[in-house]
């Protein structure tokens, strides 16, 4: 698929010398701080919280991996790509708590909650799932995309992407990285809506790609004896995924608290709400459309995965491939580049500052920026192990999701809710929860050699295996606090909601007015009318 002509390549070049102006001049605004290093000296405005929080999420194997999931399964993944609604949670609740807690990472927030072993737990969690799954992913998945677009070989692909994301991350922080990804977005955005528009003008419009396409691909809500995707599995199991990824998770709420303030940083998450509407047509429908055209007997599709470079192939005019090979490389880099800082930031600010607690400000941007090379150096260390990877992807990612996922939601929604929750409930339920994930993933890779119980725990449905564990866990932390002393009112003061003091509630509720009211209702209407298009009730009925 060596197909970029010189117009395409020149497109190519352009966005690379665009990002390296956007690079440097952010390099040298940024100061030698660790604030500024780690959290953009928190004086970032809403439309680039927005944008950069759309580009952390949007990698390599959303746009190859949706595609292709959706040549295979269906829409019924879209579940986990209309989590604008997650995200506005995120802006609404949780961002009042973290705004106000002054911390520079999720970790942190764990300790002024509970104490210092549910920070250091979680660091060491969110270290792992990092460098094992976003890292090497990403790194895997982007090397395949240089290879089929490019013609670049698999190593030789892999050690561009990881040495120019890795420059830029290092030297300038998450100022270089938000405002690189915020560019990053807008390319990415627009290539991937002009395929999805030609696409659709090949296929004869929406309604002949509708009619061609088979119902069952079409349908949301598969029924409850479907063995992969039931539908009351994926309604209950994506939102906890989602609480976890969008209002838990490092290299997203580090956005959030890079905002000047509550309010930009909830227009932020709303502006971003909007943006993550964007994905479910751009990268899920020409899936579809692969399908249709070749049900209309227009495309040869060899291989589901490769539904999107095949559509790119052999529909997109030279000079639109370029700007589209400009999107890919934008979504390859700015993810990679997210995972790169969170780990810097976590890593320096959870383990290194509270080993070293006399460290200078210097000193810990040097050290972050060791960190980030060192996660460089591991994530490219994964790379062959990920050729063991079977199946889909980004399915693969999702169902690891679903068992790291459970605790940690469940710990930060009743921690904010529950002030009678304590440090060694929410500890012991992390550390129950994290060790049974564990079993049941290891138990999945080599269920083949097992029999009986251990055949059977193996082998549950990922989505409902999701929510037996967050309801475990739930339980778990909610009997160990009710067995043992309260939290000290004054340590958890402003960090639940009903321990917030009137002084802050009044701060908060002058942070937003009617129309950010409105134009998250208007999010929330879109996702219901999406979702009773693409059921039994619309199309696929």
């Not at 892999?158 to 030297?171: R, S």
């Not at 909007?274 to 751009?282: T, V």
């Not at 409902?464 to 309260?486: A, D, E, G, N, R």
């Not at 509720?509 to 619309?538: E, T």
Request: hydrophobic share 55%.
């Amino acid at each position: 698929m060596h197909f970029l002509g010189t117009i395409d390549i020149i497109f190519v070049i352009l966005y690379l010398l665009v990002i390296a102006g956007v690079s440097v001049w952010s390099i040298r605004k940024s100061k030698a701080s660790p604030t500024d290093y780690f959290l953009a000296n928190r004086n970032l405005g809403w439309w680039v919280i927005g944008a950069s929080i759309l580009a952390s999420n949007v990698g390599s194997e959303h746009i190859v991996g949706l595609a292709g999931t959706a040549a295979s399964s269906g829409l019924v993944m879209g579940h986990y790509e209309l989590h604008s609604y997650i995200v506005l949670i995120l802006g609404w609740v949780f961002v009042p708590f973290y705004m106000r807690s002054m911390v520079y990472t999720m970790p942190e927030f764990l300790e002024r909650r509970f104490n210092a072993k549910a920070r250091r737990l979680l660091s060491i969690i969110q270290l792992l799932s990092y460098v094992i799954a976003k890292a090497s992913v990403t790194i895997f998945a982007g090397a395949l995309v240089f290879n089929a677009f490019l013609g670049v070989d698999f190593w030789t692909g892999a050690i561009i992407l990881v040495v120019i994301t890795g420059i830029y991350t290092i030297l300038g922080g998450l100022h270089t990285v938000m405002y690189t990804e915020a560019v990053q977005a807008i390319i990415l955005l627009v290539g991937s809506a002009v395929l999805l528009f030609i696409g659709l003008e090949k296929v004869g419009g929406w309604n002949a790609m509708i009619a061609s396409v088979p119902k069952e691909k079409l349908n949301m809500f598969r029924p409850l004896s479907d063995p992969d995707f039931p539908w009351l599995g994926i309604l209950l199991a994506s939102p906890i995924v989602g609480i976890w990824y969008w209002c838990t998770d490092q290299h997203i709420v580090q956005r959030c608290l890079a905002g000047k303030n509550e309010k930009e940083a909830r227009r932020g998450t709303i502006f971003a709400a909007y943006l993550k509407l964007l994905p479910f047509f751009i990268f899920l429908i020409p899936g579809l459309i692969a399908v249709a055209m070749v049900n209309q007997g227009t495309l040869t599709l060899t291989d589901n995965n490769a539904a999107f470079p095949t559509l790119v192939k052999e529909i997109m005019p030279i000079g639109l491939r370029g700007l589209l090979a400009g999107g890919l490389l934008a979504a390859l880099m700015s993810s990679l580049a997210s995972v790169y800082n969170a780990c810097s930031t976590l890593f320096t600010m959870d383990i290194y500052q509270k080993m070293r607690p006399e460290a200078s400000g210097k000193e810990l941007v040097k050290v972050g920026r060791i960190a980030t090379g060192v996660v460089v150096l591991l994530g490219m260390a994964w790379i062959p192990l990920m050729g063991r990877i079977s199946g889909t992807l980004y399915q693969y990612l999702q169902s690891v999701q679903s068992y790291l996922a459970p605790p940690i939601a469940a710990v930060f929604l009743l921690g904010v809710f529950f002030k009678r929750l304590n440090a060694t409930g929410a500890y012991t339920a992390m550390v129950v929860g994290f060790i049974i994930g564990i079993i049941k993933l290891t138990l999945e890779l080599f269920q083949k050699d097992l029999g009986g119980v251990l055949l059977d725990f193996a082998t549950i449905n990922f989505l409902y295996f999701c929510i037996y564990l967050f309801l475990f866990s739930i339980v778990i932390m909610v009997v160990v606090s009710l067995l043992t002393p309260k939290p000290n009112e004054n340590q958890i003061r402003g960090l639940t909601f009903a321990t917030t003091v009137a002084e802050d509630r009044a701060a908060s509720r002058a942070s937003w007015n009617k129309w950010d009211v409105i134009l998250s209702l208007i999010v929330v209407a879109i996702i219901i009318s999406i979702f009773i298009y693409f059921s039994p009730l619309g199309v696929a009925g």
